[in-house]
């Protein structure tokens, strides 16, 4: 899609969402509300058979379909399933049991907008895994689809359901760090992402994520869960973006990038830097949220305050010493604390209860076709050496 094209279809998708179904209020007829939520499966690889295992955790939420074009993937699907499910080749073919009330899309990168079309069409309720959708005609047809849908639908960017993370962004919001000035966020693996291929042919369709066509690589896969945390701190959407990256390490055939370096602006003059490497596994995954009074660290369940100027002094006893710093973990600041689930899994609860009480998702629609567009952004960035500015956003 030219840019033009699409600043005039996402400006009509931005008026649609005043008349959706979720601003009307559509009661949205689902059968089990009170008894029990059926779900299927589409796409049982690392990921979608790692979600059957926390759906299996919920209460009144059932897998009873799944479907993956590679026998031995459905069968893993199949065999997580706390109970019978029924396996499918076709995801069409699943979209039409009856039975089933909401899909869980775990499938790759390309094919998400099709898929969660298709299954809103078939009048499903629809978790999206992240990245939402591939480039930006993916991305408004999956908009302007849902804007039109009564269901639910749900982005799967699963800290944006953190009670923890949702704790610290309110933190920051209400200024305990003072003026923003940079986030400096990583995802740092040791290991070349590469899965065994059993046959040849299947190369493409198991390690999906080494081929442009299929994958938006690191930044799709791994960055656009800080990305989005970005945008939803700063109640704001980025103006540029500048990145480079190469397949330097692994020297394998893969199209995708082994290391990715970004920055975004954004227009409060906040800068935001986003780190994947593969090669080196140092603080592994890292948000850092740098004010003026201080700085929030998080990591996947965890995070930390540090005041600016040196230490808050929070006088007690500890170890029997009187006097002595309470609460700081050596190295590691004042712990954050607050009771929470790990973020997958309540994530999958949110979207249970969003079903059930017909309520609009935190990770929305509109949440995440804004990280998709930053990720598109990204990526024209890293392959066009160029620097990228922002089109509409929703």
């Avoid at 567009?373 to 922002?390: E, F, T, V």
């Amino acid at each position: 899609m030219k840019r033009k094209e699409f600043i005039i279809k996402s400006s009509v998708a931005t008026a649609a969402l005043t008349t959706s179904a979720v601003a009307l209020g559509n009661v949205i007829d689902f059968k089990n509300a009170n008894e029990t939520l059926n779900i299927g499966v589409i796409g049982t690889g690392d990921r979608g058979t790692g979600m059957i295992s926390n759906i299996n955790k919920i209460k009144n939420f059932n897998v009873i379909g799944c479907c993956d074009v590679l026998p031995f993937r459905l069968d893993n699907g199949l065999n997580a399933v706390k109970g019978k499910a029924k396996g499918y080749t076709d995801y069409r073919k699943l979209l039409d049991n009856k039975d089933i009330d909401a899909i869980l899309v775990t499938t790759p990168f390309n094919t998400h907008s099709k898929i969660a079309i298709d299954a809103l069409d078939a009048g499903k309720h629809v978790y999206c895994e992240k990245t939402m959708a591939k480039g930006f005609d993916g991305i408004h047809n999956l908009v302007e689809k849902v804007n039109q849908s009564k269901t639910v639908f749900q982005t799967g960017h699963q800290y944006h359901s953190s009670r923890l993370y949702t704790h610290v962004v309110n933190l920051i919001k209400n200024g305990e760090i003072g003026k923003i000035a940079a986030f400096e966020c990583q995802w740092n693996r040791h290991g070349n992402w590469r899965r065994p291929v059993p046959s040849p042919e299947l190369e493409k369709q198991i390690n999906w994520r080494m081929y442009r066509e299929f994958s938006g690589g690191l930044v799709a896969e791994l960055c656009s869960h800080q990305i989005d945390f970005a945008n939803w701190v700063l109640d704001e959407k980025p103006t540029q973006v500048m990145g480079t990256g190469g397949v330097d390490y692994w020297k394998d055939g893969r199209e995708t990038y082994d290391n990715i370096h970004l920055i975004y602006n954004y227009s409060s003059g906040v800068k935001a830097k986003f780190t994947c490497l593969t090669n080196n596994a140092k603080d592994d995954y890292q948000i850092k949220v740098l004010g003026d009074k201080g700085s929030i660290i998080l990591n996947y369940t965890k995070a930390w305050f540090y005041p600016e100027g040196g230490r808050k002094k929070e006088l007690g006893i500890v170890d029997g010493v009187s006097g002595a710093t309470a609460n700081w973990e050596q190295g590691l600041g004042t712990p954050i604390t607050i009771e929470h689930t790990e973020p997958s899994e309540q994530a999958l609860i949110d979207f249970r209860d969003c079903i059930v009480s017909n309520k609009k998702p935190i990770s929305n629609i509109i949440t995440g076709a804004n990280t998709a567009i930053c990720i598109q952004m990204a990526l024209d960035a890293m392959y066009n050496n160029k620097i990228i500015n922002s089109p509409v956003f929703y």
